[in-house]
């Protein structure tokens, strides 16, 4: 006993402290000792002939952002070897990673140090600048009239007897996720699903969501709606990226994704329910907080159920022990920086290296200090312009004050997609409209330090 007291100790380490203990190890300890015991019994496989639907997003572009594409493209592996057809899978990423310049490896994107190419055969629906909120809603929704034209055009025309599967990875802050140059708000995406719901476009549906504070997606999500939704943090806190690769030089990976993925890799998808699944993914996340929302009926289905259960023959796979190496995902631009600042051979190399952490710093300090004076310039008490920058995790209520703030300060300040240090900030803009500040006087004050 006191052995599994001290593996879960070990499995919940306090977030901020940088991971280094493997998958493959905690994997092992949790087997070896029983600590979370298969849900065998009642485990609901498909009982119709439905479809099986899964649409896969990444929602950011750039080099540094590497690791998003390359969990979806890790996605779309499993789903397809899983016997989901190519005409049921609808791709979306802006597909400027596998060929980027600086890719040292032409044609080839990989989500863990020395790991198979999962670039092969991925669909590329829609990419550059179709990857938008717009039309991500109009594609999860089966809206194919408003994507006629559109890149491939493909939907999920899904129908009352179909499961749905849905994963994204991106940027995230308070109530919305990050697309390149737009954001997705949680309320325009509850009721995207409601309206599926209401309008019989599918038996079930799991969405999988990588994204900081990406809780906060999900508050609000009805439990009677057949939604069943995990996320990989509270609405507070960053999710993490992992695998730093010195030969490839940035992340390949996410925490919460390469922990489902490399679960799914290696479980046999008609026996493992999605409880088992979340509750592996939960404990090996010791960076943040996975949570589930939704039907937790919906938790003894089998994970094949929505990933994809077709004739393929499961073979147990142990992958090879390799170092998380985990950081929050704002600090990854600078982290991949001081990466390289270690592996730099010349005095040239150190220097350029230096000058882009510098000119990071000073982004970064421009970005805090503008926020600060948007604040200080609507709030006058001392008091509460510090209780306004520093409290985090509050809920949003006035979302008609929120939503145009944050898309005024994406337009005309910072632009979301583009830079992880100001969806950090976006906590202050929760605050200051729950504080009853109104609307159009934080608007008014970007437009005067912005």
């Known amino acids: 006993m006191k052995l599994i007291s001290s593996v879960l100790v070990l499995l919940t380490f306090s977030i901020g402290v940088a991971v280094s203990l493997s998958i493959v190890k905690v994997r092992e300890l949790v087997a070896e000792h029983n600590i979370l015991p298969k849900e065998q019994e009642g485990i609901k496989g498909d009982a119709d002939t439905g479809k099986h ?5 990444a929602g950011s572009n750039t080099w540094y952002n590497y690791r998003h594409q390359a969990d979806i493209c890790h996605a779309y592996q499993i789903l397809h070897n899983h016997g989901i057809p190519d005409e049921q899978i609808v791709v979306m990423m802006y597909d400027d990673i596998a060929y980027n310049e600086e890719n040292p ?4 994107i990989i989500n863990r140090p020395n790991g198979t190419n999962v670039y092969p055969g991925v669909p590329k629906d829609y990419t550059k600048e179709d990857v938008t909120p717009e039309n991500f809603l109009k594609v ?7 994507m006629s034209g559109i890149g491939s055009g493909k939907v999920i025309a899904s129908g009352p007897n179909d499961h749905v599967f849905v994963y994204f990875s991106d940027h995230g802050a308070p109530g919305l996720v990050a697309f390149p140059t737009a954001e997705l708000h949680a309320n325009d995406l509850l009721k995207t699903l409601q309206d599926m719901y209401n309008n019989n476009k599918y038996q079930k549906l799991v969405f999988y969501l990588e994204a900081c504070e990406s809780g906060s997606m999900f508050t609000d999500l009805p439990v009677d709606i057949d939604i069943y939704a995990t996320s990989a943090a509270n609405d507070h806190e960053s999710s993490y990226a992992c695998y730093y690769d010195n030969h490839v030089g940035t992340y390949l990976g996410d925490v919460y994704s390469v922990m489902w993925m490399e679960d799914s890799d290696v ?3 008609s026996l493992e329910t999605l409880v ?6 939960k404990n090996e996340t010791n960076t943040s907080h996975v949570l589930e929302f939704g039907d937790k009926g919906m938790r003894h289905d089998a994970v094949g159920m929505y990933q994809g259960q077709g ?7 142990k992958l090879p ?15 991949i920086l001081h990466n390289k600042l270690k592996a ?7 220097t350029k290296i230096m000058l882009k952490i510098m000119e990071l710093q000073e982004r970064q300090h421009k970005i805090s200090n503008t926020v600060e004076q948007i604040v200080r310039s609507v709030v006058m008490e001392e008091e509460a312009i510090d209780r306004i920058l520093i409290s985090r995790g509050t809920a949003i209520k006035t979302w008609e004050c929120y939503q145009p703030v944050a898309r005024a300060f994406s337009n005309k300040c910072f632009k979301l997609g583009q830079n992880p240090h100001a969806m950090t900030k976006m906590h202050i803009f929760v605050n200051l409209c729950e504080e009853g500040i109104d609307g159009k006087l934080i608007t008014g004050a970007m437009d005067k330090y912005c």
């Open 53 to 57: 639907w899964a649409l896969i997003v």
């Open 105 to 108: 490896d032409q044609g080839k």
């Open 140 to 146: 999860l929704s089966g809206d194919s009239e408003g």
């Open 267 to 269: 479980e046999n998808l």
């Open 276 to 281: 088992d699944q979340f509750r592996i993914v």
């Open 311 to 317: 004739n393929i023959k499961f073979k147990p796979v």
């Open 321 to 335: 022990t390799v170092p998380l190496n985990a950081v929050p995902s704002p600090e990854v631009p600078m982290a």
């Open 344 to 350: 730099a051979k010349t005095e040239e190399e150190t």
